[in-house]
């Protein structure tokens, strides 16, 4: 059974720093696409990052220079460092795995498996 749980989230001023953990079990596939997606009140989901079993990144235009994900397979969690946040970054965070990073890896269809999520709240 795969399971995913998120930590790291939090308040924090305009400008600062967070980083978001998502620690991943009972995943045993060797090709994956492990993403970062977020919700904000009355919003869509979408993507944020996302990073492949290959170690391709994939970033969402909103966030790029901001953020970055990266994974330590030996832990089997991945990571979102977020720098420079702006109140617009304030949203629920969600961890997910898919099968592959498509051209579609920002869209929530593409993932098989998610976190609870964690929240994220940035203040001006």
């Known amino acids: 059974q795969v399971q995913l749980v998120e930590s790291g989230g939090g308040s924090v001023q305009s400008g600062g720093s967070l980083r978001l953990s998502c620690a991943a079990s009972g995943y045993t596939y060797s090709s994956y696409c492990m993403g970062w997606l977020r919700q904000a009140p009355g919003q869509e989901r979408e993507g944020v990052a996302a990073?492949?079993?290959?170690?391709?990144?994939y970033y969402a235009d909103a966030v790029k220079g901001r953020f970055t994900i990266s994974q330590d397979n030996a832990k089997n969690t991945l990571y979102l460092q977020m720098n420079s946040l702006k109140p617009e970054d304030t949203a629920m965070y969600y961890c997910?795995?898919?099968?592959?990073?498509?051209?579609?890896?920002?869209?929530?269809?593409?993932?098989?498996?998610w976190g609870q999520g964690t929240q994220v709240t940035v203040s001006s």
């Open positions: 990073i492949d079993s290959d170690g391709s990144t």
């Open positions: 997910a795995t898919g099968d592959y990073c498509s051209g579609s890896w920002a869209h929530p269809y593409e993932y098989n498996y």
